[in-house]
């Protein structure tokens, strides 16, 4: 459990600067080889040290601590379903938000129950080709997609993740036919984050990606029409602020996690009052 | 007498005759010289500290940042 703030999980365009209570529990439904938090999601819960927080108790807490949202994160929420189900209904019912970030890796019908409890989410989008997902992640294409879909459809404030492994998943052609699948079912304002790789795990031979290929794939995105396109894990970029679709003028300002401008006053741009999408 | 490390220079203070007086003189104004010297640096380091500090901590939180505060 911890505090972060909720550029960490990332989602940059739901109430930026808040503060929100983090949990996670053991275990994991995919075993992806070059995971960041394996210690945790590659281990049995009783092979860790852990506490025992009850959906009550987890509510309690996030009052405790200043904060009106939960995230679900750090290892896969879904894969301890009937937690994660639970303590949204009851953060619901004391009208905390809550913000699932997740491999998207479920079946239509669960889904579809627990977005109903949910505000935000973001879903790993890891691999847009299905050999490489079994291979790397153990998981498919296919359902993500579907997770995708039924996220937007539900109303539920959506956002990707696109972790960029180096001879993995650097194909910038692959990368264009992702961002123009993105743009066709999801639609122009779906927030893409391309992260850098970090060697970890089972992954630790390759190199971590390079900036010039982050920047190259948010290129490609904003190219294919999608409106806002970030580089994460790397501190100080330019790409890691958000601009106005139409004025261009930066509308918030990042350095690493913390905000230095924001410009954004009832939802639009303070400069030529156009609509940003998200929730602010 | 100093002997036998080659510093004439060091026999020839030793070997003046400075009184008392002309000492404590000598002294205080050497300190006074000190003190003022010293200043200097302080004041430069007192303008320049908290930059350096600001400078150091981007420099941590640049390269640590990029491998211990992944996002997720």
Known sequence: ?280 | MVKDMNSEWINKILAAKISRKDFLVLGSKLFILVILLSHIPLRWIRQNAQPLKMKVKQFKEKHLFQQHNLAG
Request: net charge positive; with cysteine.
């Open chain 1, 1 to 280: 459990m911890h505090v972060d703030p909720i550029e960490k999980k990332p989602l940059f365009h739901f109430y930026p600067g808040e503060q929100i209570f983090s949990v996670a529990t053991a275990g994991c439904n995919l075993h992806c080889k070059n995971c960041q938090n394996w210690q945790i999601s590659q281990a049995n819960p009783e092979d860790i040290p852990s506490y025992k927080v009850t959906p009550q108790e987890l509510v309690a807490l996030t009052k405790q601590y200043s904060c009106n949202m939960i995230a679900y994160t750090y290892t896969e929420p879904l894969a301890s379903y009937e937690y994660t189900l639970d303590s949204s209904i009851i953060a619901k019912s004391h009208q905390l938000k809550n913000v699932l970030v997740t491999s998207g890796y479920l079946n239509r019908a669960p889904l579809k129950k627990l977005y109903r409890y949910l505000d935000a989410a973001n879903i790993d989008l890891k691999f847009f080709n299905d050999t490489m997902y079994k291979k790397i992640t153990t998981g498919s294409l296919k359902p993500v997609l579907d997770a995708l879909v039924l996220a937007r459809e539900m109303n539920v404030w959506l956002e990707i993740t696109h972790l960029i492994i180096p001879t993995l998943n650097d194909d910038l052609k692959e990368i264009e036919k992702m961002c123009v699948w993105i743009h066709k079912n999801l639609g122009e304002e779906v927030p893409i984050h391309f992260s850098r790789f970090q060697p970890h795990y089972l992954l630790q031979n390759l190199p971590a990606t390079p900036y010039s290929t982050l920047k190259d794939a948010h290129n490609i995105a904003r190219q294919t029409g999608l409106k806002f396109a970030y580089i994460g894990n790397v501190y100080g970029t330019h790409e890691e602020s958000t601009f106005c679709p139409s004025c261009n003028k930066t509308v918030i300002k990042r350095v690493g996690y913390n905000i230095l401008e924001y410009n954004i006053i009832d939802g639009k741009c303070s400069y030529c009052k156009t609509p940003v999408a998200g929730r602010w």
